[in-house]
């Protein structure tokens, strides 16, 4: 009750403390950076842009209002009608109908002239050095680096916040919601392109010191681009509301010298090249299972429980689908169950980890089945042979 309180109290009070936090200095830093409303100018030329001509058309509207409201109560206290009876007839007056026409024309063209000019800069997304491809997906984004000259590298970024701070049994971290498991890792001073789609339904790519907001729609690509000035961890959210969990699909922009960045993406190259290696390899029962139990606790024990027990997801353990024909299974795992929170894992996991989840999970928590799928099997199961 008095938590609630206090609460409206401050939403009462925060056209205020937003004005105060626009000045705030010293004693008011920490309140005002709780309180910052402000746009921020972020570690880009063209979010310095943007900020200039947002505080140049607030000053603007602030100057305005104060003339117009100042003339109107002047008028309203002055010439009121027991000092003036008898009102002014001024109607159909030329001179002041030019000037209240070409006033507020000016006052339009000195915000537009620098506004145009600005949002052509933030539409040209010509001549980048480097472009990622993103795609929303309920509730996560993907991350694809285009490679001209070679494979690609892609990557899903998941929210890691523990449930108990969400549960609100546990102190909320300092970045609560907005932190992930693998952050998008882009050079500084470099133009980076972000082509943004999505999958499903829409989402909306935002990271306020990137200066970049773009819808992502399924269908469709839209463009934007960056060049940070500055290494750093930026973070962001969906800015489209995409459903249940739209509040928890956070993104975390990694800015990095080039070498940094080039041992990063080396890497991850690396990695994909095993990954494609692994494709090909026999696997015994054993290394599936041992491979499966890594992925199930970070991509299903969430849901199914982590002995297999159910929770969101059925139960595992004893399951007529993890205890019966391969192919229901697979088809269940790769396409998800429509209509229900069953993902399909076709494109968030590769066949070798599909593989090896599916094994795990027909050889675990009390089934023992003692059957098992090579990655090729999932390739030839997506391929519909
Ligand atoms: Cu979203």
């Not at 509207?61 to 002014?88: N, Q």
């Not at 010509?126 to 984004?141: F, H, R």
């Not at 469709?220 to 459903?243: D, M, P, S």
């Amino acid at each position: 009750m008095y938590l609630q309180a206090r609460r409206l109290l401050k939403l009462a009070l925060s056209p205020v403390l937003m004005l105060l936090s626009l000045f705030s200095t010293g004693a008011w830093a920490e309140e005002g950076a709780r309180w910052q409303t402000n746009m921020t100018p972020g570690i880009t030329e063209v979010g310095h842009q943007i900020y200039d001509l947002h505080m140049w058309v607030f000053y603007v509207c602030v100057v305005t209002g104060i003339l117009v409201f100042g003339v109107m109560f002047y008028s309203v206290f002055a010439y009121r009608k027991d000092r003036h009876p008898e009102p002014a007839t001024f109607h159909e007056n030329t001179k002041v109908e030019i000037v209240w026409t070409i006033v507020p024309f000016l006052i339009l063209l000195v915000m537009v002239v620098p506004a145009t000019k600005t949002l052509i800069e933030i539409y040209d997304t010509d001549d980048s050095e480097l472009d990622i491809l993103i795609t929303g997906y309920q509730w996560k984004w993907k991350y694809e680096y285009i490679n001209p000259n070679g494979d690609n590298v892609s990557f899903f970024s998941n929210l890691t916040t523990d449930a108990a701070e969400i549960a609100n049994t546990e102190e909320k971290g300092s970045n609560y919601l907005l932190e992930v498991d693998e952050a998008v890792v882009i050079p500084v001073n470099k133009k980076v392109r972000f082509l943004v789609t999505a999958n499903d339904v829409l989402h909306a790519w935002w990271v306020p010191a990137l200066a970049v907001k773009r819808d992502a729609i399924p269908g469709f690509i839209n463009e934007a681009w960056t060049k940070a000035t500055e290494t750093g961890v930026y973070r962001g959210q969906c800015a489209e509301l995409c459903g249940r969990n739209h509040g928890f699909m956070p993104i975390v922009v990694n800015v990095v010298e080039e070498p940094e960045y080039n041992a990063w993406l080396a890497e991850k190259q690396a990695a994909a090249a095993e990954i494609k290696e692994l494709m090909a390899k026999d696997f015994s029962l054993d290394e599936l299972v041992a491979r499966g139990k890594n992925v199930y606790t970070s991509g299903c024990a969430a849901c199914h429980g982590a002995n297999g027990e159910g929770g969101v997801g059925k139960a595992i353990a004893g399951s007529p689908i993890a205890t019966g024909p391969m192919k229901d299974h697979m088809e269940v795992v790769v396409h998800g169950v429509p209509g229900t929170a069953m993902p399909a894992f076709g494109s968030q996991l590769n066949e070798v980890d599909l593989a090896a989840v599916i094994t795990y999970q027909r050889n675990s928590f009390g089934n023992n089945m003692g059957d098992m799928l090579q990655p090729v099997d999932i390739y030839k199961f997506k391929k519909g042979q």
